[in-house]
């Protein structure tokens, strides 16, 4: 708990105390070597935070959510064989989970591999018709693909689908990103603007909140 209000405070270096505290007294602990984990990823420190995750797995092999954490840190660091054999082994433990292959799926588009990145989120969507980051996902990859306006469709789709405000954020602002890659910064800007409309109008104070942030950055 006082870890959790240093990182909402902003005070880091207090929180890193906290939770280094909390590894040392219980070590044997994945979910304490997890959360560290987490802290070192918002801190952009890659090495400790694959430190802590392969930590995690190294005490329970059968805990999951560390093999996706460990994926993503060996992609940021540029490790995209270490980063999909993990996330493979990840799959093998959660196979009727769209997760998985949605984590795939982002590792193969940041590698530019278009087609196995839609194959992953084919699948993902196979599993789970709804899965907004895996439509998302599909979208990007036609964006890469300069097939701006088949990219539309699906955010569009997402509107008209979102069950939650951060869904319609999402396809807002993947929607007004599209633009921009086009090279249509108006059309960007009425994006933007139907985004900024809903948060006005939403009764979900946080998402609201979110999406402000978002548009001032």
Do not use: C
């Amino acid at each position: 708990i006082e870890s959790a209000q240093a990182v909402k405070s902003g005070k880091d270096t207090e929180a890193q105390e906290d939770l280094t505290k909390l590894v040392g007294l219980v070590p044997d602990d994945p979910r304490a070597h997890y959360v560290l984990g987490g802290f070192y990823i918002d801190e952009g420190d890659w090495g400790s935070a694959g430190d802590q995750f392969t930590a995690a797995i190294q005490i329970d092999s059968s805990f999951a959510a560390a093999y996706d954490r460990l994926g993503y840190v060996y992609a940021f660091e540029q490790k995209y064989p270490e980063a999909l054999q993990t996330l493979h082994k990840y799959a093998a433990l959660r196979p009727d989970s769209p997760k998985p292959y949605n984590s795939l799926g982002d590792i193969y588009l940041y590698m530019g591999n278009h087609d196995s990145s839609m194959a992953a989120y084919d699948r993902a969507l196979s599993l789970s018709p709804g899965f907004v980051l895996s439509m998302i996902g599909e979208g990007n990859n036609l964006v890469f693909s300069d097939r701006f306006d088949s990219a539309r469709v699906i955010f569009k789709h997402i509107l008209l689908q979102a069950r939650t405000a951060a869904d319609t954020n999402l396809a807002y602002s993947h929607a007004a990103w599209s633009y921009l890659y086009e090279g249509k910064p108006d059309r960007a800007i009425e994006a933007l603007q139907a985004q900024l409309d809903y948060a006005n109008s939403s009764t979900d104070n946080y998402a609201m909140a979110r999406i402000h942030n978002e548009l001032s950055a």
